[in-house]
């Protein structure tokens, strides 16, 4: 989704700031650019069409797919849940299964890197315990496969939502509060090695670098040259 392991990885460099968000803000300035991922975090919605003789379906996710679940909606059936035909980026509502995943991801932008712990597990879960169910709902009945679709969509947007509210809880005021409240992380090590982290308090700057220090893990050297000027 993000060029994750090559010299072009979002969620590496200053951008991406100190807990690795793959994401980035759109609209300059004028002077610079940044690499479009496969996955953007504006993304109202994905989806995978997958065909052939023994199934015909599409696999729909709601919000940005990094952070997501695919559900299936097949081709025998147009039910869908309630959830999943309600809402607007204009208007927060917990009826919505957009906004459950919408919030999820930009409430990740606070801690990324360790949200992503908790998130990326939960995702692999659900995709595997849908795979698990499809073979033998796929021999049932349309009535049976559309019952099945709106309980599947219904749980899931349930779940995302009970998701938002531990990662809300785990990680207020900047602390880790789960399994033990008010554990201090500070900032992250390697970070504050980049960035001169010291005694002296007086507000930080810092220059570009070519490379990172030492601390810093996953880098890997850039091999293209790509030119810094467009005439």
Known sequence: YHYQGTEFDLSKGILAGMFGT???????????????????????????????????????????????????????????????????NANFTRESAWWAFDFV?????????DMSSEVYPMIDRWQDAIDSERDAIEQASPDDLSKWQVSLQTKLVADWWRLADFLIV?????????????????????????????????????????????????????TVQLPLRWD
């Open 22 to 88: 793959p994401f980035r803000l759109e609209g300059g300035p004028a002077i610079g650019q940044i690499p479009r991922g496969v996955a953007i975090q504006r993304t109202a919605y994905s989806i995978i069409v997958h065909t052939g003789p023994q199934r015909q379906l599409a696999w729909f996710s709601m919000d940005t797919p990094l952070t997501s679940v695919y559900v299936p909606l097949y081709r025998r059936s147009a039910a869908v849940s309630h959830t999943y035909s309600v809402g607007h």
């Open 170 to 222: 785990k990680y207020n005021d900047g602390y880790v509060n789960i399994p033990v409240m008010g554990q201090k992380t500070g900032y992250p090590e390697w970070y504050a090695h980049m960035v001169g982290f010291s005694n002296d308090v007086h507000p930080l700057w810092v220059q570009p670098a070519a490379r990172p220090p030492p601390s810093v893990s996953g880098y890997v050297a850039p």
């Open 105 to 113: 991801n930009n409430f990740m932008q606070l801690r990324y890197h």
